[in-house]
Each structure stands twice: as structure tokens, then as C-alpha cells.
T-cell receptor
């Protein structure tokens, strides 16, 4: 079983739609969680951290469910510019500062 | 402030050739990382350096070596390239995590490597 699993998609949605991605992780002792965004043929960039209480940044909302070991990302009012791959990232439990990346969920927003 | 830079951007090698991928950051970060990204596999950590003078193996270190030349630079060397090393290689850096992992990793633009 992969340590971090994501539905690869693609999710194909019209502009203005609300779309949600889920991600599951295997290590129940994981401490920190993130969503990174990666545009085609570009480097990943941090979109947002995920806090236990849930957090929102504009149109983006991240939630963490520790009991079920999943993380979600909700995007409201999708824009064409949201088209990208969204990477779920989990911080490993050892002391080596290692992030574990999911393989990503691809989002396509159409006009 | 260039962030994280990588050279070269593209490279084609023949099986058995060697090369070094260069990475530099100007953000005064302590930690640096090398990842490879393959289709459907996500980013996998090759090696990392938590601070100047230290390096450690990641998930997929076989076939690679690294050098933390100074605080700014972290190079990745392929001694004898194999077709299985065809991939996109990303370098990243971060401020020391402090054990909580809340720091952001900043990535370079990547090196696309093809081994024939």
C-alpha cells in the first residue's frame, strides 16, 4: 500500500464549479499535512498547510480527518487558472525532515 | 533573489555515462533535497542534507551520490547512468523543520534527464 494515495483523475469541471479531492495516508502517527500545486512541466509549489481544525484560504478549504486518515481539498468557484495537478503531502514521523508525496490529482477546468 | 536554481534544464545521456546535476539556493536555507518524479509515482526522495556537512539517503538512493558543497549548493551525481534513471529531477530547500515539519519546501525548476 502506498503511504499517500490520491485519485489521479483527471477531474474535468466547468468554470465556477466546486470540486473536492481526497487523499489517504497510511501512517497514523504523521504530524503535518500539506497540499502542493504543480503546473504542467513546472515545479511543485506549496498551496496550503492542513491544520487539525481545518483551514481556509480564499476559495480553497483544507480539512484533516485523523480518525479516518484522510485529507481533503475543496476548491470553490473554479477558475481556468486552477487547472493543475494537486499533490497531497505528508510529513514523515522520523527526524529526517522527509516529506512523502502522493502522485497527484489532475484538475482540468474548462470554459 | 533567484530562489532555487538547477542546471542543466535538459540532458540526454547514453547508458554508462556520468553526469552531475547542480543545485543552488540563495535563501540561506539549511536543508536541501533531491527528488525524482516519474509518471504515476509522485516525487520520491533520493538524498537529502539536513545541514551543511551532512547527507543522508532517502527512499531511492541507489545509483546516485551527492555532495553538499557548502550551505548554498547541493549536487547530485550519476556515476553510470541507466535507462531506469530517466526522470525529472527536482532540487528543493527549506529552513530547518524544527521537528514539526511545518516548513515549506521550495523547489527548483527541474532537470529533465533522458538516458538512452
Amino acid at each position: 500500500r502506498k503511504e499517500v494515495e490520491q485519485d489521479p483523475g483527471p477531474f474535468n469541471v466547468p468554470e465556477g464549479a466546486t470540486v473536492a479531492f481526497n487523499c489517504t495516508y497510511s501512517n497514523s502517527a504523521s504530524q503535518s499535512f500539506f497540499w502542493y500545486r504543480q503546473d504542467c512541466r513546472k515545479e511543485p509549489k506549496l498551496l496550503m498547510s492542513v491544520y487539525s481544525s481545518g483551514n481556509e484560504d480564499g476559495r480553497f478549504t483544507a480539512q484533516l480527518n485523523r480518525a479516518s486518515q484522510y485529507i481533503s481539498l475543496l476548491i470553490r468557484d473554479s477558475k481556468l487558472s486552477d487547472s493543475a495537478t494537486y499533490l497531497c503531502v505528508v510529513y514523515g514521523m522520523d527526524s529526517s525532515y522527509k516529506l512523502i508525496f502522493g502522485s497527484g490529482t489532475r484538475l482540468l477546468v474548462r470554459p | 533573489n533567484a530562489g532555487v536554481t538547477q542546471t542543466p534544464k535538459f540532458q540526454v545521456l547514453k547508458t554508462g555515462q556520468s553526469m552531475t546535476l547542480q543545485c543552488a539556493q540563495d535563501m540561506n536555507h539549511n536543508s536541501m533535497y533531491w527528488y525524482r518524479q516519474d509518471p504515476g509515482m509522485g516525487l520520491r526522495l533520493i538524498y537529502y542534507s539536513a545541514s551543511e556537512g551532512t547527507t543522508d539517503k532517502g527512499e531511492v538512493p541507489n545509483g546516485y551520490n551527492v555532495s553538499r558543497l557548502n550551505k548554498r549548493e547541493f549536487s547530485l551525481r550519476l556515476e553510470s547512468a541507466a535507462p531506469s534513471q530517466t526522470s525529472v529531477y527536482f532540487c528543493a530547500s527549506s529552513v530547518v523543520g524544527g521537528g514539526q515539519g511545518q516548513e515549506t519546501q521550495y523547489f527548483g525548476p527541474g532537470t529533465r534527464l533522458l538516458v538512452l
